[in-house]
């Protein structure tokens, strides 16, 4: 005698998830440890990633400018032929020589996020007074010294404000680079656009926009701590 099959149980939907309500919160909260909580996770990590990185080449690049002044150009013209090419197009082109690989989502992003942050790093190093680094040159100081201890604090509220802007752009392209890579919020978004069922894309997506707006907040709370005197010279 055979054994009779098994038949699993997957039990029974709500009636939110029976109906394909625009937003089932039930089936969102059962399914948050294991879908949308490692995307999440996913997405951070390939934005912070892409965001280090890219600030670190483009802080090297705005400094190098800064000092020598015919660099500026060609940075400012290769970053933003970057810039311009869209994203599918670069991973079009990269797929073919670092594969279906978060390395080939990196370097897109990457190559995204230098022209803002190079821009804004470099307007705010020039725009410096010039009577603060002839003091600190009066002073004695280097002209590292006056880079660190003069320039940079005076361009924070510059470079914070690229800063933002970046990491809000890098999470919403993080999302494209689903075509690329099964990671990040991205992911799920693209799943379910081959599905009728709501809950996971407006959750992904929703998920998407609290992290860009919890970024920025972080990276408007960081200013406001690290440049205090920024605010005085608006209020004076």
């Not at 020039?126 to 002839?134: C, G, H, N, T």
């Not at 660190?148 to 005076?154: C, I, T």
Request: proline share 6%; aromatic share 10%; with cysteine.
């Amino acid at each position: 005698m055979s054994a009779a099959p098994v038949i699993p149980d997957y039990g029974s939907p709500s009636a939110c998830v029976a109906n394909n309500s625009t937003f089932c919160m039930d089936w969102f909260t059962a399914h948050w440890s294991n879908l949308f909580w490692p995307a999440l996770v996913q997405h951070i990590e390939l934005t912070v990633i892409a965001v280090v990185a890219g600030f670190v080449i483009a802080f090297l690049m705005a400094v190098l400018a800064h000092f020598q002044g015919w660099f500026a150009m060609p940075a400012s013209a290769l970053s933003s032929f970057l810039y311009t090419v869209p994203p599918l197009a670069l991973f079009q082109l990269l797929v073919p020589v670092t594969g279906f690989s978060v390395l080939t989502v990196e370097i897109a992003l990457i190559a995204y996020s230098l022209y803002l942050l190079f821009t804004t790093i470099l307007t705010g190093l020039r725009e410096v007074p010039e009577d603060a680094v002839r003091a600190a040159r009066g002073m004695g100081l280097t002209r590292r010294q006056i880079l660190f201890k003069v320039e940079l604090p005076m361009s924070l509220p510059s470079l914070i404000s690229g800063l933002r802007v970046t990491t809000v752009m890098t999470i919403g392209t993080v999302a494209i680079a689903a075509y690329v890579i099964d990671s990040g919020l991205g992911s799920l978004i693209l799943k379910a656009l081959q599905s009728p069922f709501n809950t996971q894309f407006i959750g992904a997506g929703a998920l998407a926009v609290i992290l860009a707006l919890a970024a920025d907040g972080l990276l408007v709370l960081a200013g406001r701590l690290l440049t205090p005197w920024a605010r005085s010279r608006k209020a004076a």
